[in-house]
């Protein structure tokens, strides 16, 4: 297939374009329709009348941006006209989302009248959070953007202008300390006068260098002091008092040159005259001034800079653009300043300079990346570039006056940014969707605390469970009145006082008379501990699952379960496991919470659980047990062990995709099992991991929650007859729903 046809096939199949509308609030019931839209609306409409900047908290104006273009200079294309330009606008739309979680409308304007487009821009402001004007002609450009910057009070940014200039200054900051030149020394050739080229020039000027040092060129030569053809008042700012009257002679002795012009405008015989050490950024598209090899075949002393993803030191708006935005909407500024673009080179040319992480290396076919003459502007798809622009552009918009919504602490402020990386909810989503379908009773016997309160409030909202509340009714509901909640007719029982106390004493004495309870233990028990009288609530049916542990030791969560529940019979014990949730993917461990020294036989009875609970989520089952030793690589009784284990998985669940026993990178390093183990079944790309003993489950799941940033959710218990969930000491509210949502799962499966 043609690359031709390839475009044309991704922008028309499926849903056409490449851009989408989704809600971010549930609307799946009466109740949200009502708070969606009226009468509801009316609340948050009142308050923003009242308080204009409460657009920024009750819409989504404080993360949408307006991408507005009237198709006069698309790409390569020319002036092919508003509506022909659409595609390149939703896709704008798409590298804002992708990289900075921004979200775009694409306004496209079919009129060529400059003051037309201001007045509509302007007439935008109450929607937007920021304007993006994209693919406008020069000088057109200049003028709508400057008069807009005037009469706004949101940030306008020209990514044509200033997101080139922007990237290619941090690779010129970079390239100058490289050679051991400074700003100042530095004479600068810029060929090009539209808006990427006078953007460069006077970002330039911005960080120092020189305004006798700097000649702009353009398709008539250099832009000089009382030339008179072919110039316009941005030109004429940039005349310089030279006698150089052509690029060739512009360059004689440069050491840099900046091009934004066209294919071969650069010669080889020009950068043989320029200085020692030239630094040279041929970034026409699609084809460059220059290519590289034609520049270091004649100065091998050369750092070369492109456009091209083929060569070294690209060039790529989407290093900036995203992260410019995102700093600046997340302060809410009235503008993006020359400070905050300063503010977006210094960041990511210091990001050049540090060590670049394996995933992206391998992101780039295990490219040798580090600071150097090759590796002077960060990649693209590098996501830590969120990280270091955002921060600085929202400090710079702090330090120059123009943050509406100052950042009291940078510290959170770059937790936040870290959770818009890929910390997914899908998974949670998927759990949350089939709660919905038939929500079923949680007992709570911790229903005086004040995070199992405000999760309940949740729960009913969003119709994921039927809460039922252990504790004093009067505390419980003076509770809920302090913390302005509305629980309606939500069940609440006091076990000292529930006329089921009898019926609960007399099961627990009949199940435990023979293991050291007597009826006084059992009525003690069932009075003063609400773990005992939840768990008897799901064995005799007035519950269909428990979630406790928010305030009380984990053993003492569990025990009851165990006691009044049991495992079920066709096992050996019960197990656990956690679902870790990465940047990229969703795994199991297990077991993590419950089995000290598990047996071969307990492990396969664990792994075959850990493959049911991910098959509840619509994930199929890749399951690698785990150990010191590859496939017999080492006689060991504790190798041994996995590798029964593995063996009796695959007889009692032939279906299963298993492999083991193995070591932990080659359950998630395909190359490496495809070149060492070709046999395996699991080939590297294993999501259910089961580990020889409590030990290294748990410390694993532990190290991959604090170091590697992975959501741990559970843990989950496997194996009760009736299902009991066991929350942490550390759980915030979002934590307990999501853990109901499991427990409500789990109880449609009985």
Known sequence: MSKRQAALDYHRQGRKGKIEVVTTKPCATSRDLALAYSPGVAEPCLEIEKHPDLAYEYTAKGNLVAVVSNGTAVLGLGDIGAQAGKPVMEGKGVLFKRFADVDVFDIELATRDSDEIIRTVKLLEPTFGGINLEDIKGPECFYIEEQLKKIMNI???????????????????????????????????????????????????????????????????????????????????????????????????????????????????????????????????????????????????????????????????????????????????????????????????????????????????????????????????????????APAVAQAAMDSGVARKPITDMSKYLEQLEALQGRSKEVMRTLINKARNHPKRVVFPEGDDEKILRAAQILIDENIAIPVLLGNEATIRAKINDLHLDLGPIEIIDPQTSDKLTRYVEELFHLRQRKGITLAKAKRLMRRNRNYFGAMMVHLGDADTLLSGIDHPYPDTIRPALEIIGKREDLSKVHGTYLMITKKEVVFFADTTVNIEPTAAELAEIAILTAQKARQLDIEPRIAMLSFSNFGSTKHPLSDKVKEATRLVKSRAPQLLVDGEMQANTALDPELAARQFPFSAVQGNANVFIFPDLQSGNICYKLLNKLGGAEAIGPILMGLKKPIHVLQGGDDVNDIVNMAAVAVVDAQEQ
């Open 155 to 389: 940030p306008v940014f020209h990514d044509d202008q200033h997101g080139t200039a922007i990237i290619a200054m941090a690779g010129m900051r970079n390239a100058l300390e490289l050679v051991g030149k400074t700003m100042a020394e530095a004479k600068m050739v810029v060929n090009g006068a539209g808006a990427a080229g006078i953007a460069c020039a006077n970002l330039a000027l911005s960080l120092g260098v020189s305004r006798e040092n700097l000649i702009l060129c353009d398709s008539k030569g250099v832009i000089y002091q009382g030339r008179r053809e072919g110039m316009n008042e941005y030109k004429e700012r940039l005349a310089a008092a030279t006698n150089a009257r052509n690029l060739a002679e512009a360059m004689v002795g440069a050491d840099i040159f900046f091009g934004v012009s066209a294919k071969g405008a650069l010669t080889a015989e020009m950068v043989q005259g320029m200085a020692p050490d030239p630094i040279i950024f041929a970034m026409a598209n699609p084809d460059p001034e220059i290519t590289p090899p034609e520049v270091l075949a004649v100065r091998p002393d050369a750092i070369v800079g492109t456009g091209r993803s083929d060569y070294p030191n690209q060039v790529n708006n989407v290093l900036c653009f995203p992260f410019l935005f995102r700093g600046a909407l997340d302060v809410h500024a009235s503008a993006i300043n020359e400070a905050m673009k300063v503010a977006a080179v210094k960041a990511l040319a210091d990001l050049a300079k540090q060590d670049v992480p394996d995933s992206v290396r391998r992101a780039y076919g295990n490219e040798e990346l580090s600071f150097g003459r090759n590796y002077i502007i960060p990649k693209p798809f590098d996501p830590r570039v969120l990280l270091h622009v």
